[in-house]
């Protein structure tokens, strides 16, 4: 059974950091690309950083840049998302994908609030 469990999400004032953790299983992680998604209320989801699957490349929306790293441990299945310097509009559910080809996993997603 294939699953992704995002954890490491909360509430966070301005300019402070949280790190979300995207643990999987039910599938070849280390074959896969792993990105994470956000989607705020009202908008469509968007692609906020992506990962090679042998850590071959890494990308981000220019909204992040800087502020955002992504990272995996293909030993322990799990993607990570570190989140610096965090803005009220970095508020979403942040939602973690498995893509190879055309198959596609995602997780259930995790709440980051962003506020004073």
């Known amino acids: 059974q294939v699953q992704l469990v995002e954890s490491g999400g909360g509430l966070v004032e301005p300019g402070g950091s949280l790190r979300l953790s995207c643990a999987a299983s039910g599938f070849t992680f280390g074959s896969y690309a792993m990105r994470w998604y956000r989607q705020a209320p009202g908008k469509e989801r968007e692609l906020v950083a992506a990962i090679g699957s042998t850590y071959d490349y890494t990308n981000y929306a220019d909204s992040v840049k800087g502020r955002f790293t992504i990272s995996r441990d293909n030993a322990k299945n799990t993607v990570y998302l570190q989140m610096n310097s965090l803005k009220s509009e970095d508020t979403a559910v942040y939602y973690c994908?498995?893509?190879?080809?055309?198959?596609?996993?995602w997780g259930q997603g995790t709440q980051v609030t962003v506020s004073s």
């Open positions: 994908n498995a893509i190879r080809n055309m198959i596609q996993y």
